[in-house]
């Protein structure tokens, strides 16, 4: 039988050469191997607020810490207030793009989740989410490589690939990804003289195996792979509109490269703008905007794939939250707890998970934070078994024994 | 063996006159077998590699001409070396120097109903950019600033100082793109950084700490005294507070780092101690003020020291003093200097006498450059072309390995081409600044970004960056392929190319594509130069210094 691999490192060149594109073949392959799960990771870097994001009016002590920056409560018919989730909760009105994704139970909300590790710096908090071993800064790899790694071996040298300048840290290991700011752009421009490209390649496929070669071998594969799978032509379908910014673009190409059939099945992209020490606003503002973008990129995605969503689930994250009472600059401050959104595949979704700790004065983490109450290696442990189907998820995270109790997220 | 160094020394600066020397002499010189690289000259290009852009052509000679020694001490006191080139380049650029409140005239920011408009989407920024003449724009505030740097790491001569000042813009670093930051940008970097870049770590640590663009970059100018209501104006009323991003990041990020023992208490004491830093009329005049009236004026506790209650600005001032002398922050340091100048993992022995520098010389950072590049961990075989070269090091290496120069245009084009491999200049979003290890930089798209800058830069495709690639290879040497790829070898890849690298090359010398054959196939015709210069550039070995 012709594995995806042969077939890949076989006869893809050779198809590639003739200018065929054997997309169809490559979905045959993947058929055949049975359809592939895909994670799609969204990291929200500078910690987002998870108390706007997902507003806890039901809260009595919500609304007392933050008298400029507190969303309001949701009421009937008016819907630039916040979107009413479970009579507890509620989005932030910026984020109502979303609602569909909730009504039809593929979107939950994890809440008071992070880290059990208490830095407030953000580069120590992201390293430790990526890792996934807070507190211990010496881990080599990332958590979302392991999870691949623990996955049946498959020849796709876009296992995973991160859209941006830098491979993140959770993707760093052994497995090989691919970073990437643009599909479109993904090849060697050799001008008038073509021979530059296969000159480039033999010069990687040489020497040693250290970073540098490895990587350039990993490269020429992925831009054949790309090449031949057509992925820069694919459109959005189903009249998605992604947004202009860098999310939304990152979402369309993951898009493309999963339409693509190219092998994905761990895919990252991340957005910053979120630290939001000044002006951080309320319904509108600076946080709004941020979160239009969020809430749109996301819609997008989940509409541009459509059917295919039965296979992709999305996770959000960030590696803290913020100050439950907002700052002198109607801002907020480094934090503890925030909220994750999970949507698609099998999520349970249309309900809000995990323990509320609280907002009053003696519930709060030092005074001053949301508690964490679900462990993130809980939630992402719970991703990567039951919708990717890694075996032992506790084993992604060395030095954790796993969760008490599973959330539950997926039927 | 001095001898032979001196005509190994003799080629490269016959090399390095290009044209005048005779072609045919210095191709049969440098197409023999590649001369075995003396242990000097490979000292020597291991030190250009790190203290400066990357070596030029006849560079390996100047040294060798004076020494390493008192290279060394020239490179520490630039001031006495004179740069003709940069100061003409760098002169056409009006921006430069101009103090931050003309800045904000010469380059006005949109009007408050445009940004408005751009942020709730009615115009888009093109649109809003559009509405303003050209040499008005504010972009071309951060565009003059990213052709100088380019301008100046290709041509100065004062190479380090130029390293020096990327290394603390990205210790210090503040994001061109963050609201007023960009109009206080030129004059950060031109009078915050560059004078104390070679200077004392307490005058960085001071000159930052207080320059507007840092103070809005980390929101201190909006740190108050907790119990602070606004006593007049339409803010009237409102409660203000504390903000601790400033204080959190100058002892994690500036100074000890973010294991040198701080703890939350600290962060708020620190922030405590320097409310009140705040900026006269950010969008007119951008100038430093301390406002008594909104400063906290009890007692703080830094690291279990008391700064007494009533001290005023002075209170800021003495945080950093403690700071700043805390044996945290002389290991924070070193181990970030011996990291950009020796190796990814800085060698602990060299990182411990680096701290004790600091320490013994009060924060001079002369005296810890030499500590660092006289060590014997400098030198040792582990360090030899151990460091990936960021995308800017990359880009600047290769101009200066061609010997070519950049005007502002070109200048220009180098910081695009960065960016597009992952380093934009002056736009790091977080304060940590670009990171300095191989992992940040080496993926499949980065990697490709720095193939095609090979192939644009060597086909001359960069506006306004001259490289002579005709004069690197006489036309009638092109019928001799292996000797045209040792000569670029030569010029790009001083010291030793890696075998491998080099046998591909040579097999690439068989495609019809790279060498033409006369018209009876019975000789090689003609050698495409540039595509064997972009795979030069291109290839691994290249990509480290």
Not at chain 1, 89 to 117: Q, T
Not at chain 1, 224 to 229: D, I, T
Not at chain 2, 280 to 288: I, L, T, V
Not at chain 2, 524 to 536: G, K, N, R, W
Request: net charge positive.
């Amino acid at each position: 039988m012709v594995t995806r691999r042969t077939f890949v490192k076989g006869g893809a060149c050779a198809l590639v050469a003739l200018g065929s594109a054997p997309r169809f073949l490559l979905r045959a392959a993947a058929a055949a191997e049975g359809q592939r799960k895909v994670l799609v990771a969204i990291f929200q870097r500078g910690a987002v607020d998870g108390l706007s994001m997902v507003a806890p009016y039901g809260d009595r002590s919500y609304a007392t810490g933050r008298p400029g920056i507190a969303i309001q409560a949701p009421r009937r018919g008016e819907s630039e207030r916040s979107v009413d989730l479970d009579g507890f909760f509620a989005l932030h009105p910026a984020l109502a793009p979303l609602m569909p994704l909730w009504e039809n139970r593929s979107l939950a909300v994890v809440h008071a989740c992070g880290s059990p590790d208490t830095t407030r710096s953000h580069f120590d908090a992201q390293d430790y989410m990526e890792t996934g071993t807070p507190g211990v800064k010496s881990t080599p790899d990332g958590w979302l490589a392991r999870a691949v790694k623990a996955l049946p071996a498959r020849g796709s040298a876009f296992r995973a690939v991160a859209l941006g300048p830098s491979l993140p840290r959770c993707l760093r290991g052994e497995i090989g990804a691919v970073a990437m700011q643009n599909v479109a752009d993904f090849d060697v421009r050799p001008g008038p003289n073509a021979a530059a490209r296969q000159g480039f390649e033999s010069m990687y496929e040489q020497g040693v195996r250290d970073l540098l070669y490895g990587t350039g071998r990993e490269t020429f594969e992925a831009v054949k792979l790309l090449k031949s799978a057509g992925v820069a032509r694919i459109a959005p379908q189903n009249g998605a509109e992604y947004p202009n910014g860098r999310l939304g673009q990152s979402l369309r190409q993951i898009a493309q490269l999963i339409r693509g059939d190219v092998g994905v099945e761990v895919a990252f992209a991340d957005v910053g703008g979120w630290d939001t020490h000044v002006g951080q606003g309320n319904e509108k503002g600076q946080l709004a905007n941020r979160l239009t973008d969020l809430g749109a990129a996301i819609a997008a995605f989940s509409r541009d794939l459509g059917d295919r969503m039965a296979d992709v689930v999305v996770l959000t994250m960030s590696e803290f939250g913020r100050t439950v009472a907002e700052n002198g600059n109607r801002g907020t401050d480094h934090g503890h707890a925030t909220a994750m959104l999970v949507l698609g595949g099998n999520v349970h979704g249309g309900k809000v998970y995990g323990r509320w700790p609280g907002l009053a004065r003696e519930q709060l983490f030092e005074g001053r934070d949301v508690a964490v109450t679900t462990d993130f290696r809980a939630l992402f442990g719970e991703v990567a078994s039951r919708h990717l189907g890694v075996a032992s998820a506790a084993s992604l995270f060395p030095g954790w024994r796993g969760p008490q109790a599973p959330l539950g997220l997926f039927a | 063996m001095r001898r032979f160094a001196l005509v190994v020394g003799l080629i490269a600066v016959a090399v390095g006159a290009g044209r005048m020397a005779r072609p045919d002499l210095v191709g049969a010189e440098v197409a023999a077998p590649a001369p075995a690289t003396t242990e000097e000259t490979r000292k020597i290009l291991h030190l250009l590699s790190r203290a400066t852009y990357g070596p030029r052509p006849g560079d390996v000679a100047r040294v060798q001409a004076i020494g390493v020694r008192a290279w060394l001490e020239q490179q520490l006191d630039p001031r006495r070396l004179d740069d003709p080139v940069v100061a003409k380049e760098v002169a056409t650029l009006t921006s430069l120097t101009l103090p931050i409140d003309a800045m904000l005239k010469e380059y006005p920011r949109p009007a408050r109903d445009v940004r408005e408009k751009v942020a709730s989407g009615q115009m888009t920024r093109q649109q809003a950019m559009e509405a303003y003449p050209p040499q008005k724009r504010p972009y071309r505030i951060v565009a003059e600033l990213q052709a100088a740097k380019a301008v100046r790491a290709v041509s100065s001569e004062r190479q380090l100082e130029e390293v020096m000042v990327d290394f603390w813009f990205n210790h210090f670093n503040v994001n061109a793109p963050k609201g007023v930051v960009k109009w206080y940008l030129t004059a950060y970097e031109r009078d915050a950084i560059r004078p104390h870049a070679l200077g004392r770590f307490r005058d960085l640590v001071r000159a930052t700490s207080r320059h507007p663009a840092m103070l809005f970059y980390l929101d201190n100018y909006l740190s108050v005294r907790p119990d602070f209501t606004m006593p007049f104006g339409p803010q009237r009323g409102k409660k203000m507070g504390l903000n601790e991003n400033y204080a959190r990041e100058l002892m994690e990020l500036h100074t000890l780092g973010v294991d040198g023992g701080y703890t939350q208490q600290d962060v708020t004491e620190v922030a405590r101690a320097f409310t009140g830093w705040g900026i006269e009329r950010p969008q007119a005049d951008g100038r430093f003020v301390f406002r008594g009236q909104v400063h906290d004026r009890g007692e703080k506790l830094v690291l279990g020291q008391r700064i007494p209650a009533g001290g005023g600005q002075d209170d800021g001032e003495r945080v950093m003093d403690i700071l700043v002398r805390h044996p945290s922050t002389a290991r924070f340091v070193a181990a970030k200097l011996v990291r950009r100048f020796v190796a990814d993992d800085a060698p602990a022995s060299l990182v411990d006498r680096v701290a004790t520098t600091y320490l013994r010389t009060d924060g001079d950072v002369k005296a810890m450059l030499r500590t660092i590049l006289t060590a014997e961990e400098f030198y040792a075989n582990a360090a030899y072309r151990a460091k990936i070269k960021r995308p800017f090091e990359f880009v600047v290496s290769a101009v200066r390995a061609l010997d070519g120069t950049v005007d502002a245009r070109g200048g220009v084009a180098l910081a695009r081409a960065a960016g597009a491999i992952g380093e934009k200049l002056y736009e790091c979003e977080p304060p940590t600044g670009y990171p300095d290890r191989a992992e940040a930089w080496v993926n499949p798209g980065a990697l490709l970004a720095r193939m095609n800058f090979g192939l644009a830069l060597a086909s001359r495709r960069l506006d306004g960056v001259r490289v002579d690639v005709g004069a690197l290879v006489p036309p009638g040497d092109r019928e001799q392929p292996a000797m045209v790829m040792d000569r670029l070898l030569a010029r790009v890849l001083p010291g030793e190319p890696a075998a491998a690298t080099r046998q591909v090359l040579l097999a690439q010398l068989d495609d019809p594509q790279i060498v033409r054959k006369t018209p009876d196939d019975r000789g090689p015709a003609d050698t495409d130069v540039a595509t064997l210069l972009a795979l030069v550039i291109g290839s691994p070995d290249f990509q480290r210094r």
